[in-house]
């Protein structure tokens, strides 16, 4: 009597149960699917793996489960072929029929279960995986040879054969990959009729081939094989006992245990190549199949990008496959559209559109095209690559005519959009108003959504054709040089031609802009998506789709590397020293905590307002000249890095502090009362600098460059390639002892001419707005990258990076008067009635100062005073009632936006007052 080893059902592999007697072969486990209702599915699904547990059962229990579903993968369902024993016996639990009854194939639920124990199995032990991928019959038959044997010996031997173990079926020895098997089933009609059968087979089909390409991939592709050594039958025993976990250590191998004559080789590989194309094709028509489950559709995908990873001849096979798709596709989409455009729309139901298919079709064929890691890109390069690159490019041209006709629709719809009134009042960013891109989208007309597929797949085509070539801008960040190089190469044949894809997708997303920022604006996830490529011309995205995108990358940021809070505690009068000495040692990581300041020797509680007004202290000392950090240039108005600073100790590490604190007022959404310069900007951005930037520090000077660049400079005798002490005291500004400076090795020597004033001019913009600051500018953009990646910030231009940073310059009155709440009062109360008159003659620095006193900012948000921020979010202006003596001052609570208003007697004490307030409890917190 043996001793065997069974699992329980924890698939983590626990310590198991040893029981005595032999194995359980002559149980026929075809029956527990027809059971009914009573036996729970997860019982009978740990039932199958507990008998999984012993190699010989386990081979079986695979091989009578998929003789089940074989008739109606093969199309035998109405066949003689079915033997009786895959009849129902069970239709009704409570009910007992001795006869089989007729049925055209598996009944759904029967079929269903079987896929669902396989996926359990399969899951749950890597051995059946491994079977379900490689099937040999001769292995079944040696095992079924081997368990006859004993139960004859046991005088059971009638019982093996009515139960049908002593004959393997012949369709069985026809099976060697029931992965093929499964993949047969996706073209029948009760699975393309019933997601959840469908769902089940491509989940059963993701478990297989994820179990078969971590084989493939854990071999050299050299073609060494898995061995599998000849097991004796005393061995077998040995294996059974030594089973305790459901996972095999070595499944590759232990999922082949009973082999015979010596050595069998198995090439995982080759048996990957032998799918019939036939069956891959059903698995990528899925793709274009509609109607199914999102989870089909994306299970699908990921079953094709796997295979197609691990075996070339796949890959081809599904990217010409998917490009057949696409193709056929597109004239039905073609119709569709036209049918949309000439019915306003309105033509066909939401169901009948193809541009959903269309579009996952295109997205699987762009990952397909780039997928493979880069080794094997490198050794294909040239054999494989032109042949994608072919291909996406031939599809392309037959496409066209469904971009033009794309292209027609949308500009129907943005004619009919420009008659709206709120939509002709939005402005583009770069181009008008820059607060303007913060008004509210208008409704789309209806049926414009439909467009929204076709529009992501062909900027999913766009991006995948110009992978490897920039995409033109044209921005004012033009070197003089390059202004000379336009002018020669303009008329260029090449130049016309090159870059056809670029071209097109500039001039498609050029001329639907306003269309595309209003779909980006209502799903800001579009730009993190399939319009991402609008990222690589960021100057094509409104600003307020910048900033919310922005936004959403910061909390992502923090959501996958959560901070603890970070406290300071600072002296009022030295809040530059003691926020430098705090701050400086900490980490990137620590600086992305929720900030909490605490000012000392006050009472005040940090709920948000503390917060804003250490901002505003601190900017306010940094950029005062008594710190010797940053100096103003042109109207006194804007900063850059004083290039005196070196008389300031360790003035490298407080830039470095400087661009940490900037980074975190834009990771925590705050303002800062500062105004830099266009080029300081630019550095921030990574954004070269050029002569045009020399207007805003010296506008004098700068109409001296643009006059060399227009004129001839050959009479000038004395020009060289240095700046004189003159020019160069001009630009180090409070400087008294300066040298020459050369432009470039020995340009003291080196004449300016017609030919070289681009290089001069060029040479000394870089000088004046870059090499002079050269050392603070590298400290501060350290400081700044700690926090906020360059090439997130870099989406914005300067003056949207303005915007970013300090808020809206100027204040709308009337949105403030429009954005506020009461309580205690009423709009049409006296009082507030006087309040708004008293206003309404400040100047615009008592504004400044009467938005500090109530918000702790003198700065408003980017879309106005209805996104003001409070303790717990959005919190709009409150003007609340305050009782008690009638001569007391107005009072404040930042962290409500809060101003409490007494009810005064005239207007003229309520202006008296309220001055007073504003200036001279402007700062400050305390109870009482």
């Given at each position: 009597m043996r001793k065997r080893r069974l699992c329980s059902a924890n698939t983590g592999?626990?310590?198991?149960?040893?029981?005595?007697?032999?194995?359980?072969?002559?149980?026929?486990?075809?029956?527990?699917?027809?059971?009914?209702?009573?036996?729970?599915?997860?019982?009978l699904q740990r039932l199958m793996l507990n008998l999984c547990?012993?190699?010989?059962?386990?081979?079986?229990?695979?091989?009578?489960?998929?003789?089940?579903?074989?008739?109606?993968?093969?199309?035998?369902v109405n066949?003689?072929?079915?033997?009786?024993?895959?009849?129902?016996?069970?239709c009704q639990w409570n009910t007992v029929y001795t006869r089989s009854q007729p049925t055209a194939g598996l009944p759904p639920l029967v079929s269903r279960r079987v896929l669902e124990i396989l996926t359990y199995l399969a899951t749950n032990h890597l051995s059946v995986a491994s079977i379900l991928f490689f099937f040999e019959p001769l292995l079944a038959a040696e095992s079924q040879s081997i368990s006859q044997l004993e139960t004859k010996e046991n005088g059971r031997g009638k019982i093996c054969e009515k139960m049908g173990l002593s004959n393997v079926p012949e369709t069985s020895q026809k099976v060697h990959i029931p992965l093929v098997?499964?993949?047969?089933?996706?073209?029948?009609?009760?699975?393309?009729?019933?997601?959840?059968?469908?769902?089940?087979?491509?989940?059963?089909?993701?478990?297989?081939?994820?179990?078969?390409?971590?084989?493939?991939?854990?071999?050299?592709?050299?073609?060494?094989?898995?061995?599998?050594?000849?097991?004796?039958?005393?061995?077998?025993?040995?294996?059974?006992?030594?089973?305790?976990?459901?996972?095999?250590?070595?499944?590759?191998?232990?999922?082949?245990?009973?082999?015979?004559?010596g050595k069998r080789t198995i090439d995982p590989y080759d048996i990957l190549l032998q799918f019939p194309e036939s069956d891959l094709r059903n698995l990528?028509?899925?793709?274009?199949?509609?109607?199914?489950?999102?989870?089909?559709?994306?299970?699908?995908?990921?079953?094709?990008?796997?295979?197609?990873?691990?075996?070339d001849p796949h890959l081809k096979f599904f990217i010409a496959e998917l490009a057949g798709l696409a193709h056929d596709l597109s004239g039905s989409a073609v119709s569709e559209l036209i049918t949309l455009r000439s019915t306003q729309m309105l033509g066909l139901s939401a169901g009948s559109m193809a541009g959903a298919a269309f579009l996952r079709v295109l997205q699987t064929l762009s990952a397909l095209s780039s997928s493979g890691d880069g080794n094997k890109i490198q050794e294909h390069d040239c054999e494989r690559g032109a042949g994608e690159q072919s291909i996406m490019w031939n599809l392309n041209v037959s496409l066209e005519p469904l971009w033009q006709e794309l292209s027609d629709c949308i500009s129907t719809i943005e004619t009919r959009m420009a008659h709206n009134s709120s939509f002709s009042s939005l402005q583009s960013p770069g181009t008008g108003d820059l607060g303007g891109a913060s008004s509210l989208s208008p409704p789309l007309p209806p049926g414009t959504q439909r467009l929204l597929p076709f529009i992501e797949a062909f900027f999913v085509l766009c991006e995948k054709l110009q992978a490897n070539n920039s995409v033109m801008q044209i921005d004012n960040n033009v070197t003089a040089r390059e202004i000379k190089e336009i002018a020669e190469t303009s008329s260029s044949p090449s130049l016309k031609c090159s870059g056809g894809a670029t071209l097109t997708f500039a001039r498609v997303a050029?001329?639907?802009?306003?269309?595309?920022?209003?779909?980006?604006?209502?799903?800001?996830?579009?730009?993190?998506?399939?319009?991402?490529?609008?990222?690589?011309?960021?100057?094509?995205?409104?600003?307020?789709?910048?900033?919310?995108?922005?936004?959403?990358?910061?909390?992502?940021?923090?959501?996958?590397?959560?901070?603890?809070?970070?406290?300071?505690?600072?002296?009022?009068?030295?809040?530059?020293?003691?926020?430098?000495?705090?701050?400086?040692?900490?980490?990137?990581?620590?600086?992305?905590?929720?900030?909490?300041?605490?000012?000392?020797?006050?009472?005040?509680?940090?709920?948000?307002?503390?917060?804003?007004?250490?901002?505003?202290?601190?900017?306010?000392?940094?950029?005062?000249?008594?710190?010797?950090?940053?100096?103003?240039?042109?109207?006194?108005?804007?900063?850059?890095?004083?290039?005196?600073?070196?008389?300031?100790?360790?003035?490298?590490?407080?830039?470095?502090?400087?661009?940490?604190?900037?980074?975190?007022?834009?990771?925590?959404?705050?303002?800062?009362?500062?105004?830099?310069?266009?080029?300081?900007?630019?550095?921030?951005?990574g954004v070269k600098v050029t002569y045009h930037d020399i207007e805003a520090v010296d506008p004098d000077y700068y109409k001296n460059l643009k006059w060399m660049l227009e004129n001839d400079v050959n009479e000038i005798p004395d020009l060289t390639f240095s700046m004189d002490a003159d020019e160069e005291k001009h630009i180090l500004y409070e400087k008294t002892e300066v040298t020459d400076y050369e432009l470039k090795p020995g340009g003291r020597n080196i004449r300016v001419t017609e030919e070289t004033k681009h290089e001069y001019v060029d040479l000394v913009a870089e000088h004046i707005l870059s090499t002079a600051i050269r050392p603070q500018i590298n400290s501060f953009l350290e400081g700044f990258h700690e926090l906020i990646p360059r090439e997130l910030i870099s989406i914005f231009n300067d003056k949207e990076l303005e915007l970013l940073i300090s808020g809206l310059p100027e204040i709308d009155l009337d949105d403030l008067q429009a954005n506020t709440e009461y309580t205690g009062y009423s709009a049409a109360s006296g009082v507030v009635q006087w309040f708004w008159e008293v206003v309404k003659t400040f100047n615009?620095?008592?504004?400044?100062?009467?938005?500090?006193?109530?918000?702790?900012?003198?700065?408003?948000?980017?879309?106005?005073?209805?996104?003001?921020?409070?303790?717990?979010?959005?919190?709009?202006?409150?003007?609340?009632?305050?009782?008690?003596?009638?001569?007391?001052?107005?009072?404040?609570?930042?962290?409500?936006?809060?101003?409490?208003?007494?009810e005064y007697s005239s207007k003229e004490q309520l202006q008296e007052r309220l001055l007073l307030a504003i200036h001279e409890a402007s700062e400050g917190f305390g109870f009482g």
């Open positions: 592999g626990g310590s198991g149960k040893s029981v005595s007697g032999d194995e359980i072969l002559p149980l026929k486990p075809v029956h527990p699917p027809y059971a009914p209702a009573p036996l729970g599915k997860g019982l547990a012993h190699s010989a059962t386990r081979v079986v229990l695979v091989q009578l489960l998929l003789d089940m579903i074989r008739p109606e993968a093969e199309g035998l066949s003689s072929v079915i033997p009786d024993s895959q009849r129902l016996y069970g098997l499964f993949m047969k089933l996706l073209d029948r009609p009760l699975f393309l009729r019933s997601n959840a059968h469908l769902e089940q087979v491509m989940g059963l089909l993701q478990v297989v081939v994820n179990n078969a390409v971590s084989r493939v991939e854990c071999q050299p592709r050299s073609g060494q094989a898995t061995t599998c050594e000849d097991q004796t039958e005393n061995e077998a025993p040995v294996d059974a006992q030594n089973d305790t976990s459901i996972s095999d250590d070595n499944p590759s191998t232990k999922s082949d245990a009973l082999c015979s004559g990528s028509s899925l793709l274009a199949h509609e109607g199914l489950s999102d989870k089909v559709y994306s299970l699908a995908a990921e079953i094709v990008k796997k295979l197609s990873f691990v075996a050029e001329k639907h802009r306003r269309l595309l920022n209003v779909f980006i604006r209502q799903n800001p996830s579009l730009l993190e998506k399939s319009l991402s490529m609008m990222l690589k011309v960021p100057r094509l995205i409104d600003f307020d789709n910048k900033r919310a995108y922005f936004r959403s990358r910061i909390r992502q940021q923090h959501d996958q590397h959560p901070s603890a809070p970070l406290r300071i505690s600072v002296r009022r009068a030295y809040v530059l020293e003691d926020s430098y000495n705090q701050l400086r040692m900490r980490s990137s990581q620590e600086l992305k905590g929720r900030l909490t300041v605490h000012f000392q020797g006050e009472e005040g509680i940090d709920a948000g307002g503390l917060t804003r007004e250490w901002y505003q202290l601190l900017s306010r000392v940094i950029f005062d000249k008594g710190a010797l950090l940053f100096t103003t240039v042109g109207n006194s108005a804007t900063f850059q890095p004083n290039p005196n600073s070196v008389y300031q100790t360790e003035h490298l590490s407080y830039f470095r502090f400087v661009g940490r604190v900037v980074a975190k007022a834009l990771f925590d959404g705050q303002l800062l009362d500062v105004y830099f310069t266009r080029s300081f900007y630019k550095h921030i951005l615009k620095e008592d504004m400044a100062r009467l938005l500090q006193f109530v918000t702790g900012t003198s700065k408003i948000p980017l879309e106005g005073f209805k996104a003001l921020q409070g303790i717990s979010g959005p919190q709009r202006f409150q003007i609340h009632k305050a009782y008690g003596a009638p001569e007391r001052l107005p009072s404040a609570h930042t962290c409500f936006n809060q101003l409490d208003l007494p």
